[in-house]
């Protein structure tokens, strides 16, 4: 019996369990190789996963590499690498589609010899229009009764090349007037010259989705195969195969609502574009729903893996906001992430009583919630930078931050006060001079003075220059699938979706390993990006540290 989240499908499989259905319980993630995973994938990689781990089960990952003109390699590594990643691990059991071919190819033979396939010359318009409509029944087609020998031979011949792309396909037998459209008579095999990338030049016919999905599951012993909602009518036809073949296993389909999210794009086709269309810098653009770029971004994986937790699993699609995986993250990270200073919109301040040249040292939290996270140091000098919007000229009633004659607390170290507004011609503030409490250095004053404001700061001399790449939403709509008539999702891309500052960043930060996920207080999560070069670190924020959202 499940331990963790009950939804439909443990019920499912607590009820075959009960009645003695299986020895045990197998599921699989089975993904085509024409594209990087994203966030939808995450969902069903943690409900495949987690129903395998808590039934004590298998896992397998299984690509669905039967079109080879649209499969490339870098898609394999870069799905194997996400999968591992967010800790699905499949152990032995990894699987190709391909590996299949001739087997299935044996199964369609199979068919053919039972009179339940045959082979046909219709072009591919003409099948559709054959098909006739949800509301007309359909017209068989003139190929359909063929002999037994002469469909073998045909199919024999297509295995052998000797047809060109698109001159026969081979289709199931089934019902030209059946209610379900997927059961008149679907397309099992079609001639494609194709290179692929596992099985090279060896086939010339592949195996359509419908039929090499249900017949990889069944020869893999997966006893729940979980799809998404699209599928369910497809059902009939899946069945249709198994119970039509000498398969091994019975797998049973069970559909479940996909995810989706707002201001996200998730087709893999839309993706695809962004990417080769340049609107963003890749598939791991941390401005991408996918998985890569989520990492990049400074997601972790336990965030992930929470966040399609509570999602939830459902048979109604529905639409979840995007605020919910962000709150994951900032959850997450809150614990985990150690705290460093650094200023976005750098305004210099200079400590006029400070000794010049002189640099005093400050111990600062890793993180004030845990002690065990150790400290490290911030360095305190003559000229600093707080950040621009720290200070007001003319600050309205409760800023509590730096104004002239206002005293705020320097995070970790003193206690100033603004003694001057330094300007330009034009009126924009340059610089600002202040005056600091020896007393007060390393917190608090012998008055116990009230200092309602404490802000972050980085020394001007003793810091690292930071590239730092702020975020906001790719799209500016909720639903960039449903846009207006004549305009597509690209009109709704947001052109503030990525803003570059140069900022500067405590010493420490110098330390920072790639990946490495980080706190910059008050302004929000960080990761290091994988372009940071010794002499420019470079910054992506993951999230920022508002959370006006809670979840339900
Ligand atoms: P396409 O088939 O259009 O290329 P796809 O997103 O269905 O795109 P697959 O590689 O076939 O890509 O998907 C692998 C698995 O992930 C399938 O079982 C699919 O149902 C599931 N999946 C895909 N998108 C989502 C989503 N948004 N939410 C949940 N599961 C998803
Ligand atoms: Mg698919």
Redesign the pocket.
């Known amino acids: 019996m499940a331990e963790t989240s009950k939804n439909f499908i443990y019920e499912i499989i607590d009820e075959e369990l009960a009645a003695g259905k299986h020895p045990s319980i197998v599921t699989r ?4 190789p ?2 990087y995973l994203h966030i ?2 995450a ?2 990689i943690c409900l495949n996963h987690g129903i395998a781990r808590d039934y004590q089960g298998r896992f397998h990952l299984r690509f ?1 590499d039967t079109n080879p003109t649209k499969e490339d390699t870098e898609y394999v590594d870069s799905i194997k690498e996400d999968v591992a990643w967010l800790g699905a691990d499949w152990g032995k059991n990894l699987f190709f589609a391909s590996d299949y071919f001739e087997q299935l190819y044996q199964w369609a033979l199979h068919l053919i010899d039972a009179g339940k396939a045959f082979v046909c010359e219709l072009s591919a318009e003409e099948v559709r229009e054959y098909r006739g409509t949800l509301k007309t029944p359909g017209r068989e087609s003139p190929y359909r009764h063929r002999p037994v020998e002469e469909n073998r031979r045909l199919f024999e011949a297509m295995r052998a090349g000797e047809f060109a792309d698109g001159a026969k396909v081979l289709r199931a037998k089934i019902d030209m007037a059946h209610p379900n459209m997927n059961m008149r008579d679907p397309v099992l095999y079609r001639i494609q010259h194709a290179h692929h990338h596992r099985t090279g030049n060896a086939w010339c016919i592949y195996p359509m989705y419908d039929f090499a999905h249900g017949q990889s599951d069944a020869i893999e012993g997966i006893t729940h195969s979980i ?2 909602l699209e599928f369910e009518e497809h059902r009939p036809l899946y069945n249709w195969f198994i119970e039509n073949l000498p398969v091994p296993h019975h797998p049973r389909q069970i559909e479940f609502a ?3 999210l707002t201001h996200t794009v ?4 839309k993706l695809l574009q962004l990417v080769k269309e340049g609107h963003v810098t890749g598939w791991d653009d941390p401005r991408m729903p996918t998985i890569s770029g989520l990492r990049r971004r400074g997601y972790t994986p336990a965030a992930i893996r929470e966040f399609c937790s509570r999602v939830g699993v459902a048979k109604r699609n529905n639409t979840i906001d995007l605020a919910l995986l962000e709150f994951c993250l900032r959850q997450d990270l809150e614990a985990l992430a150690p705290r460093r200073m650094a200023v976005l919109d750098p305004l210099k301040v200079t400590i006029t009583n400070f000794p010049e040249g002189t640099v005093e040292r400050f111990p600062g939290p890793n993180n004030p919630g845990d002690p065990a996270m150790g400290e490290r140091e911030v360095p305190l000098t003559r000229e600093i930078y707080i950040e621009r919007e720290d200070f007001l000229e003319d600050p309205p009633k409760k800023f509590f931050r730096l104004a002239p004659g206002v005293e705020v607390r320097l995070r970790y170290a003193c206690y100033i006060t603004c003694t001057e507004v330094m300007k330009d011609a034009a009126g924009n503030i340059t610089e600002l001079r202040a005056a600091f409490d020896p007393e007060s250095r390393g917190g608090g004053t012998p008055d116990n003075r009230r200092v309602k404001g404490t802000i972050h700061w980085v020394s001007a001399t003793e810091n690292v220059p930071l590239e730092v790449r702020l975020y906001e939403n790719l799209f500016t709509v909720p639903d960039p699938d449903d846009v207006e008539e004549g305009r597509t999702f690209l009109d709704y891309i947001n052109p503030a979706s990525l803003t570059v500052v140069q900022a500067v960043g405590e010493p420490a930060l110098r330390d920072a390993a790639p990946g490495e996920r980080l706190q910059f207080e008050r302004k929000g999560y960080f990761a290091l990006d994988p372009d940071s070069r010794p002499e420019r670190l470079v910054f992506n924020r993951s999230v920022d540290l508002r959370s006006s959202y809670k979840p339900e």
């Open positions: 993630f089975p993904p085509e024409n594209g939808g994938h969902k069903s669905d799809c998404t996909r995810l989706n998730m087709s893999k086709r």
